[in-house]
């Protein structure tokens, strides 16, 4: 339950971010797995090349993923939408840069797993054992995913995000920067992702395809959860990590995620607008 916890929370986290992402700009950013990947690499360049200090390094590493997530949008999805680029051919624009940019990633950096040279404290008790890393993770992860919540509720920008997702043409109308709007919306997401890639990669290592599965998670999240929910979305991601985990205490690891998926089906043939979605009539 431990580990379920840590991982569901790193979920809920993704999720949060992806869901921002989506809830404004209705773009399917499957990109933004590359984009978590890049924010663990330019974490694992500044401490192990630059000499930087671990929370230098996790910082270079929010920034580096925002820049790379908000020139995804500024230089591939604004002109596709220009273009009159349907929803599908955005999601495919969008996995094509995802492979590319992961398969730059081997060619310039290589295919391995890498790691920081950062010795993390072990806390057990009985059976149960974790590090400080994953309890600093997850204390993070909460925090943010509960500051993304207050700044879309209580803050000007937030609220005309809301706006913007709500009615992108009459937002547009009143006066509203719309393209600005989606430029917010790929700056937090991204920050958020470039953090848990950055986390992760203290936790457990990075590779080129390390955002993939995530990202995944994230995505199946936001739908079960209901896709105009940032909160739905990140409780279903922590329902997700704690299904997998708790999943694998009683059968094969290989199976972990069938039963996790199960689950998801279930859910959406309970309740197929989602978690905190709005039934549509």
Known sequence: MIT???????YALLAASWGVIFKVTKTFHFAHAVVYTLGAYFALIAFNSLGMALIQALTLGVLGASLAGCL????????????GATHEGILIASLGLLLIIEMLIVLLIGDGPQSID?????????????????????????LL????????????TGRTMEAVA???ELAALVGIG??????YAFLVGSA???????????????????????????????????VESILG??????????????????????????????????LLIVRPEGLLGIRSR
Do not use: W
């Open 118 to 142: 950062y010795h993390a404290t072990l806390f057990t008790s009985g059976d149960i054992a974790f590090t400080n890393t994953q309890a600093y993770s997850a204390g993070i992860d909460v």
């Open 72 to 83: 995804i949008e500024v230089l591939l999805y604004k002109p596709l939408r220009r273009a």
């Open 233 to 266: 979305g990140a409780m279903a991601g922590f329902i997700l990590g704690m299904s997998i985990n708790l999943c694998a205490a009683v059968i094969p690891s290989e199976f972990q995620h069938v039963a996790a998926f199960s689950l998801v089906i279930l």
């Open 178 to 183: 719309v393209q600005k709007i989606f430029n």
């Open 166 to 168: 709500i009615n992108v």
């Open 192 to 226: 958020l992702a470039g953090l848990a890639g950055a986390l992760a990669l203290v936790d457990r290592g990075i590779d080129p395809f390390a955002g993939t599965m995530p990202i995944t998670m994230a995505f199946i999240a936001v739908i079960v959860g209901g």
């Open 4 to 10: 379920g916890a840590i991982l569901g929370c790193e």
């Open 145 to 156: 995913i509960a500051g993304l919540l207050c700044f879309m509720s209580f803050t000007r």
